[in-house]
Every structure is written in structure tokens, then in C-alpha cells.
């Protein structure tokens, strides 16, 4: 899933890939993000590039 959302740049046409909706694949990460303590993705109004 984090592949596909880096590849395409943006949450937003990760659907097109993947059998989830956008608010489920940015809840998903999010979730994954606060359970590991771990940021895997720089979100801006441009998109998403993944952290350092």
C-alpha cells in the first residue's frame, strides 16, 4: 500500500490501484504510522513523498 501511495504521489489516486478508498488507505497508514511510532510518509497539499 505505501508503495502504490508513494508511487502515485497522492492518497487520492492510490484507489486506482487499490481495492480501498482513499479515507481507508489514509486511515490504514495512519494507524501503521501511530501503532510503530514511525512517520513513513511527509504529507503536504501537493502530496506525499516518503519521510527521511
Known amino acids: 500500500m505505501l508503495r ?4 502515485f504521489g497522492s492518497m487520492a489516486h492510490a484507489p486506482e490501484s487499490l481495492p480501498l478508498s482513499e479515507p481507508a488507505i489514509s486511515k ?3 494507524e ?3 501503532s510503530l511510532a514511525v512517520q513513513f510518509l511527509d504529507r503536504s497539499a501537493r502530496g506525499v ?3 527521511a
Not at 502504490?4 to 508511487?7: F, L, N, Q
Open 28 to 30: 490504514t497508514i495512519a
Open 4 to 7: 502504490v501511495v508513494v508511487g
Open 32 to 34: 501503521m504510522e501511530r
Open 49 to 51: 513523498t516518503p519521510s
